[in-house]
Nanobody
Framework: QVQFVESGGGLVQPGGSLRLSCAAS????????MTWYRQAPGKERELVAG????????NYVDSVKGRFTISRDNAKNTVYLQMNSLKPEDTAVYYC?????????WGQGTQVTVSS
C-alpha cells in the first residue's frame, strides 16, 4: 500500500525558512522521479521542483529558483524541500508526487502559510 507522510509545513513570517519532508512507503522509492507541487486558493496546482530518481538532476519553477532546494535520501525513502526567503505568494498547500512509467502517486499535502 502506497503511503506518504508529509511534514514540516506551518506558519512562517516573510523572509523565513521551512523544510518540508515527504516520507514514502509501499513502492520502490529509488525508481521514482519525485516532485513537489503546490496549490494556492483559487489557483491551479503548479509544479515547484522535481528531482530525478538518483538525485543528480533537479528542476525548479522560475519563481522559486535560488530560494528553494529539492533533495532526496533514497536510503530513507524521503524527499525534502528546503524553502528559504519565503514570500507571501508562496502560501499554498504543498504536495509530494512520485512518478515512474504509468505509476503516479500523491501525498496528502501540507499547508505552508507565509504571513506577518
Amino acid at each position: 500500500q502506497v503511503q506518504f507522510v508529509e511534514s514540516g509545513g506551518g506558519l512562517v513570517q516573510p523572509g523565513g525558512s521551512l523544510r518540508l519532508s515527504c516520507a514514502a512507503s509501499g513502492f520502490t522509492f529509488s525508481n521514482y522521479y519525485m516532485t513537489w507541487y503546490r496549490q494556492a486558493p483559487g489557483k491551479e496546482r503548479e509544479l515547484v521542483a522535481g528531482i530525478s530518481s538518483g538525485g543528480g538532476q533537479t528542476n525548479y519553477v522560475d519563481s522559486v529558483k535560488g530560494r528553494f532546494t529539492i533533495s532526496r535520501d533514497n536510503a530513507k525513502n524521503t524527499v525534502y524541500l528546503q524553502m528559504n526567503s519565503l514570500k507571501p505568494e508562496d502560501t499554498a498547500v504543498y504536495y509530494c508526487n512520485a512518478q515512474f512509467i504509468r505509476n503516479n502517486y500523491w501525498g496528502q499535502g501540507t499547508q505552508v502559510t507565509v504571513s506577518s
